[in-house]
């Protein structure tokens, strides 16, 4: 059985982790499934949005703690495998960012640690009523430094912190609240609500949504004026896409792009 499902409908993927045994943790394996799949959908250019989800009862529990212990029992204590182990998240974090199509977390259940940093890595996320969101290391004794990163860039910084320091979890509801989260819906609601959302999204040109999201997590370091002169000159490539005029040619003349791509 593959622990990472992968099916594509018509322009949108779907990437399912399956691993409900084990609450769909973020295991060495599915790491590197997860990360090798992300590839592949971002070099497929028919793919315009992409939905991850997790079969069984929760989206994903975060780390595979059984698999950290046995990690431990080298030389070291297992320094080197942790540094490879974060490493190795982080740039399959950075890769849900870094690729052209906007990723969607469709979630249930609990998304707790590393599972709700993939939550607030995602470009967009929906949740069904009920899902609790949690960065609970601290109740282990294990900080969730890295999932921090994430959740520090989503939400306001004082609940962030009171959700790292207390280990306790939020409900959907108080995620879209605070950020976390685009949308709550009744679980009978959800898949319908991301693939709704999904192909909104791969209705527009992609060209256009590639370019953007690129300069999105740029801007998003820079000052002010820095993040404005860069944005115009994003703005003068997007302008000069034959696309991107044909799509101003078609708003003016009232009919719908005739878009290449």
């Keep these: 059985m593959a622990i990472l499902e992968r099916e594509v409908t018509g322009a949108v993927a ?16 599915m790491i590197a499934e997860l990360h090798g799949a992300l590839d592949d959908v971002a070099s497929d250019s028919t793919v315009r949005a ?30 080197a495998y942790f540094k490879d182990l974060f490493d ?6 950075a890769r849900v960012q870094s690729m052209p199509q906007p990723v969607i977390a469709q979630v249930h259940g609990i998304a707790t640690a590393a599972g709700c940093q993939l939550v607030a890595t995602c470009d967009l996320a929906v949740a069904a009523h009920g899902t609790r ?21 989503n939400i306001p910084r004082k609940q962030a912190f009171e959700m790292l320091t207390t280990g306790d979890f939020i409900e959907a509801d108080r995620a879209v609240e605070l950020g976390l989260v685009n949308h709550a819906v009744p679980q ?4 319908s609500t991301a693939e709704d959302l999904a192909n909104r999204i791969a209705s527009k040109l ?3 949504v590639k370019i953007g999201k690129h300069a999105f997590y740029e801007q998003l370091q820079m000052p002010v004026a820095q993040a404005y002169a860069y944005t115009g000159e994003v703005m003068v490539t997007n302008m000069l ?9 078609a708003f003016i003349e009232k009919r719908p ?4 791509q």
């Design 14 to 29: 779907h990437l399912r982790l399956n691993a409900p045994d084990r609450l769909n943790a973020l295991s060495d394996e």
């Design 257 to 260: 792009p005739d878009w290449s």
């Design 50 to 79: 992409v939905i991850l989800s997790g079969v069984g009862k929760a989206f994903c529990a975060g780390h595979d703690l059984k698999q950290m212990t046995a990690g431990r029992q080298a030389a070291d204590g297992g320094a």
């Design 206 to 208: 992609g060209s256009a």
């Design 88 to 93: 190795r998240c982080a740039a399959m974090m």
């Design 188 to 191: 009978h609601d959800l898949a």
């Design 133 to 153: 969101f949690g960065v609970n290391g601290v109740n282990i004794g294990l900080f969730c430094s890295t999932p921090m990163v994430a959740l520090s860039r």
């Design 241 to 249: 896409n034959p696309d991107t005029a044909e799509g101003i040619d």
